[in-house]
């Protein structure tokens, strides 16, 4: 079945520094790829998104890369800092309602 | 505040207890979502309502019955529990925009539930 795989499960950072994440979908025919950020007691919340015909998005301190023929992509936030600190989850889907999310990501900035 | 909200925030009940989680949205959306978020594990996807019908089950016990009786509101009624089944709870919405739509889902902040 459709899946996403989801690495690293905990990433720790200083401070400024740049962090990567990196999600791989197995349905070829998934057409959007949402970033969604979860702080402690708060529901996801989408920071970013990219569609299948666009190989990078940048917003600010975020940029999200997509790799159709390896279908894998990947987030990246430079200058890192406290308030990043949080769950982040990737998601792919297809031509349906329906979003196959990753496992998350643990992110830890220290100051 | 992402414009969707759930009542209760927490909830402990026991294996014998029926109880329903709520979900209001306040963004004019068509499509309403229940998620099951357990530790290490993907989100869950258990319900979709689009303009207040069913349109997915994934494959979920009888135990967890949805209703939507209009767009601005979904519910979740539990009955007959199992420890197994704590975890948090997550609403979400969207506006259905045709098969290639962005459907971006906000969501709400969840119900935490435990299960005596």
């Known amino acids: 079945g459709e899946n ?11 401070e400024g520094d740049s962090a990567v994440i990196k999600c791989t979908y197995s349905d070829s025919a998934s057409n959007y790829f949402p970033w969604y950020k979860q702080e402690l007691g708060k529901g996801p919340q989408l920071i970013i998104d990219i569609r299948s015909n666009v190989g990078e998005k940048k917003d600010q301190r ?3 890369t997509l790799n159709k023929t390896a279908k894998h992509f990947s987030l990246h936030i430079t200058e890192t ?16 309602d329906k979003l196959i999310f990753g496992t998350g ?3 830890q900035v220290f100051p | 505040e992402t414009g969707v909200t759930q009542t209760p925030r927490h909830l402990v009940m026991g294996m014998t ?11 004019g959306h068509n499509a309403m979502y229940w998620y099951k978020q357990s530790a290490k594990k993907p989100l869950e996807l258990m319900f979709v309502y689009s303009l207040e019908e069913r349109v997915e089950n994934n494959s979920v016990p009888s135990r ?14 539990l009955h007959t529990l199992q420890p ?5 709870y997550l609403c979400a919405s969207s506006q259905r ?7 971006e889902q906000f969501f709400g902040p969840g119900t935490r539930l435990t299960v005596l």
């Open chain 1, 4 to 14: 996403v795989e989801q690495h690293p499960s905990t990433l720790s950072v200083q």
């Open chain 1, 62 to 64: 975020i940029a999200v």
């Open chain 1, 81 to 96: 800092q406290p308030e990043d600190s949080a769950v982040y989850f990737c998601a792919a889907k297809r031509n349906t």
């Open chain 1, 105 to 107: 990501t643990r992110l």
């Open chain 2, 17 to 27: 207890n029926k109880k329903s989680l709520k979900c209001e949205q306040h963004l």
């Open chain 2, 64 to 77: 967890f019955s949805p209703e939507c009786p209009n767009s601005s509101h979904l519910f979740l009624h």
């Open chain 2, 84 to 88: 197994e089944d704590s975890a948090l």
């Open chain 2, 97 to 103: 925009s045709g098969t290639s739509g962005r459907n």
